[in-house]
């Protein structure tokens, strides 16, 4: 397994590494090859791939390719790679490909302007060399994909793979539900958060790409007796501390920083806001949603995990991560709604139930053993609730 953060409290391409990890090393010798490894699981062999240069990131990504080849080039049935790497016979994608990004919409002048940009910068030849060589098909290769809203992208910038393209989303644990009054209580006592008022809940490491800036906008226009927990790294936070202060809220936001287990602000809050630009999925979304949290979201259009969800019947899915007006409206509708919020709980917990790790791990593991087998047929997956492409 390559990942370069093996981290529980990393982004979503990390948990869903380490809930892969946990769900199949009772059945397989699995290794894990890292920079950064905060993670214990019984039978899982750690290997420290190590990081001359933290900057540039490139430099560091193609270091990490080329260690992590060396070291599995040989003694392993499969390669399962996370990263942006030329190896793994497994590719999991997270993001948006490199070449979608750049070339996406442009034409004519544009596209050649933005071509002579991508051969006279070394990082972005890097990025690109390293991306096209993971979605060569040389070798039996299969690409898993991790939301059908990547599907679409990632065939303009890659036609050629679309029979080596799979879709296995995230998953949850299991579906806790919905926490007592008690538990919440205990739960905002741990964190330092009030004991009374309504509790909203915003989950990301890149606080700006998620939309926090949004959210506190619109937490302006609520009443004085909700506020905002922030969970996530930390790095972003002074600008959006300066913000909060700003709007007059400094006394109703709190920032959290990462936490380990995100479990215990899932149970702190009332409900989940998750106003991202981008996300592929948004592991978040699903775990609030298994926790028994209303969520509000932003559209398939820049959230994949929305695609699956619809608009007042599991969730609140709004078009505009932008809108701030939008955000204060649907959170307040939970606050004034209490049959609206009962509805989309439990209509959460049922979408969460059909998202367990433990079947989609299992579909992970059919194809291992398909690629073991050296062949380039997709496992067989009949029955699967996920969509093959």
């Keep these: 397994m390559l990942n370069r953060h093996f981290v529980a409290t990393g982004g979503g391409a990390e948990r869903y590494s ?29 290997h420290q791939v190590s990081q001359p240069l933290r900057r540039p990131r490139w430099v560091n990504q193609l270091w990490y390719a080329t260690a992590s080849w060396w070291a599995t080039r040989q003694g392993f049935d499969v390669v399962h790679s ?41 990082r972005l030849l890097t990025y690109w060399l390293l991306e096209a060589s993971r979605f060569s098909l040389a070798q039996p290769r299969c690409m898993v994909l991790t939301s059908q809203t990547l599907v679409a992208q990632t065939l303009e910038a890659y036609p050629a793979c679309k029979e080596a393209m799979t879709v296995i989303t995230p998953g949850v644990e299991r579906v806790a539900g919905i926490a007592t009054a008690l538990q919440q209580t205990e739960a905002r006592r741990a964190l330092g958060l009030p004991a009374s008022g309504f509790s909203i809940l915003f989950v990301g490491n890149d606080y700006r790409k998620k939309g926090l800036e949004t959210l506190l906008a619109a937490l302006s226009g ?29 006394d109703r936001v709190y920032f959290l920083g990462a936490l380990r287990d995100v479990s215990v602000a899932y149970v702190a809050a009332d ?30 259009q820049y959230c994949g995990i929305a695609a699956l969800l619809t608009h007042q019947v599991n969730a609140l899915v709004l078009d505009d991560p932008l809108d701030a007006a939008a ?63």
């Design 327 to 389: 955000w204060m409206n649907a959170i307040r509708s939970l606050q004034v709604e209490p049959d609206l919020a009962r509805h989309l709980q439990a209509a959460g917990l049922a979408f969460a139930a059909t998202h367990q790790w433990a079947e989609l791990a299992h579909q992970q593991d059919q194809i291992y053993l398909c690629m073991a087998g050296g062949t380039k047929r997709k496992p067989d997956r009949s029955g699967d609730k996920q969509a093959d492409i």
């Design 271 to 300: 409900c989940l806001a998750h106003p991202t630009r981008e996300d592929t999925f948004a592991m978040v979304v699903l775990e609030a949603m298994a926790h028994g949290l209303p969520v509000v979201v932003s559209g398939s």
């Design 222 to 250: 609520l009443p004085a007796d909700t506020f905002l927990a922030v969970v996530g790294n930390p790095a972003q936070m002074p600008q959006f501390k300066a913000q909060a202060l700003s709007l007059g809220l400094a």
């Design 82 to 122: 996370h990263e942006n790497t030329w190896h793994g016979q497994v590719q999991t994608v997270h993001v948006l490909p490199i070449k979608y990004n750049l070339l996406h919409g442009l034409t004519g002048v544009r596209r050649a302007l933005r071509w002579l940009k991508i051969v006279t910068s070394p």
């Design 18 to 46: 380490i809930a892969v990890v946990e769900h199949l090393a009772a059945h397989h010798d699995i290794h894990v090859f890292a920079q950064h490894i905060d993670h214990h699981w019984p039978g899982v062999t750690y």
